[in-house]
Structure formats: structure tokens, C-alpha cells
């Protein structure tokens, strides 16, 4: 997003990610990132084995989390070397895999050489950052010749003749209280692709996934966590109540559930 404001002038937060919000060592933070991992990750490493992840390859895992993306290049794809680069790596030092480098960096740190890579990915992390298009102009930069960036990020396609239920009014205070505390943004995604092309980057290509809410499910355990370790932050934003972020978590629950959840937007690019 190149506005650093949203409709009705709202500036957005200065806060961080795994520092004013989703705290790595909060009891329960690795489990909740593990629930999105269960989502996400068979839509991942489906199609990074389609876009050539494999034996030879040096990767960089940005924002690697536990390190599930990362194990599974290292393991299950055979790639040589995969460099897990997040802020916080206390997850990942114990992981013990060989072929796996980690390395406890700011991605927005000007400073930060890591190389060059065959395959670079990214999930679920520009969207948290401020001066996102000049960090996708960065990783394309650390691609050899002939390798792919992958960008993964959150998307919506909201129910909009539901204007009032628990489960619309919880989710609308989430994005606003995430750009409220740390400047969440996904209005920029649908873009990724254009973005690439700007890089000179070859190939270009994207897709969304939206796995299915189900009650009690993964995706639906993602949420719940989420939202109730946000519930300060959900109700200051005024749109919300106590009340109402009780009957939305207990709609993840419901065998009445029936709802299209947030999704995620992959874009690739290969550097000629």
C-alpha cells in the first residue's frame, strides 16, 4: 500500500509483529502459527514442487515461523541448502535438519546481504511490513539467474450482504485493529503479480487458494486463537463488544458455520 493511511484517515500503527502483537514466546503463540501451517502448507509446497523446488537448490525461507515450509524443502523436495531467515529463530535452532541455516535477521534491515537463491519464499510476512513494494524489489534482487520468488499473502472475499453477524463484525475489527497496532495491509496483494513483472521478472503467474472453514478445523483453531489473543485490540476499535467476540468464537465451533474464510494469494516470478 503506498497511502500510509485508510479511509477515514486512520494512520497506520508503527507497532511490529512479534513484538506489540503475536509475541513468539506468549504460551500457545507456536501452536496457533502451527494451526496456519496445517492450512496453508499443502497449498505451498504444492506448488513450490511445481514451480521446480527440488535437489540442487539453494533457498531462502523468509519468515520461516516453526519451520514447517522449511523442513519440508530439505526433506520431502531435497533441495541442497534452505537459509530460514525471521527475527525471532528460537523455533527454528532446535529443528536440528541438515541443509538448514538459520539466520536471526530484520528483513527490513538495509543492511542484510544473504546471498543469492535459487528459490525465495515468502508467506504470510509482507503484508505486516510498511514499504512493501521496495522489499519485493529486494528479495527479487537476491534471485540467481534462473531463480523464482514466491510471495503468499492473506486475501479476502467477504460476505457483503452480511453487514451484522458476530463472525463479519469480529473479522472487520481484526484487519482494523491490525492496522491500527502494526499496519497490516492486504489491500496490495492482488498486485504482487504486477510487481514482479516491474522486476523484470519472467513467468509471472498467481493464484489464490481459500481452504474451507470448517468447525472445529485447523483454519477455524487459527482463528480462534487469533482473535482471542486480539480481544483487547478487537474491542477498542468500536466495533465489537465483549458479546460479540464471544458469539464469533463460538461460531467457529458451530455445525452452523458456514462462512468463506480468509484466503491466500500466491504470485511467482522466475528471473530470466
Known amino acids: 500500500m503506498t497511502d500510509s493511511r485508510i479511509p477515514g484517515g486512520t494512520p497506520a500503527g508503527e ?23 496445517l492450512v496453508y502448507d499443502p497449498f505451498t509446497t504444492r506448488r513450490l514442487r511445481m514451480l521446480g523446488a527440488g535437489p540442487g537448490l539453494r533457498c531462502l ?6 519451520g514447517t515450509v522449511a523442513r519440508w524443502l530439505l526433506e520431502e523436495a531435497g533441495a541442497d541448502e534452505v537459509v530460514a531467515l525471521d527475527r525471532e529463530t528460537g ?31 515468502a508467506r504470510f510476512v509482507l503484508m505486516h511490513l510498511p514499504d512493501r513494494r521496495r522489499i519485493v524489489s529486494r528479495l527479487a534482487g537476491w534471485l540467481s539467474p534462473g ?16 453487514t451484522g ?20 495491509d492486504i489491500s496490495a496483494v492482488p498486485a504482487y503479480p504486477r510487481f514482479l513483472r516491474e ?13 474451507p472453514l470448517l468447525p472445529g478445523g485447523p483454519q477455524a483453531r487459527f482463528w480462534y486463537e487469533t482473535w482471542s489473543r486480539m480481544r483487547p485490540a478487537l474491542e477498542a476499535t468500536g ?6 467476540v464471544d458469539a464469533a468464537l463460538a ?22
Open 91 to 121: 523455533a527454528l535452532a532446535s529443528l536440528g535438519v541438515p541443509g538448514l541455516r538459520v539466520l536471526t535477521a530484520d528483513l527490513a534491515d538495509e543492511g542484510l546481504r544473504p546471498g543469492t537463491f535459487d528459490l525465495i519464499h
Open 15 to 37: 507497532g511490529r509483529y512479534g513484538e506489540d502483537l503475536f509475541e513468539p514466546e506468549r504460551p500457545g503463540e507456536s501452536g496457533r502459527v502451527d494451526a496456519g501451517a
Open 239 to 244: 466495533r465489537v463488544d465483549s458479546d460479540v
Open 61 to 66: 525461507e523468509v519468515g520461516a515461523g516453526t
Open 199 to 211: 522486476e523484470g521478472l519472467r513467468n509471472v503467474a498467481a493464484e489464490v487458494c481459500c481452504p
Open 147 to 162: 531463480g523464482t520468488l514466491v510471495l503468499g499473502d492473506a486475501v479476502e472475499l467477504p460476505d457483503v450482504l452480511d
Open 165 to 184: 453477524s458476530a463472525y463479519r463484525r469480529t473479522m472487520d475489527a481484526m484487519w482494523q485493529a491490525l492496522w491500527t497496532a502494526i499496519g497490516t
Open 251 to 272: 461460531h467457529l465451533d458451530s455445525p452452523r458455520l458456514a462462512e468463506l474464510g480468509p484466503g491466500m494469494a500466491m504470485a511467482w516470478g522466475q528471473r530470466p
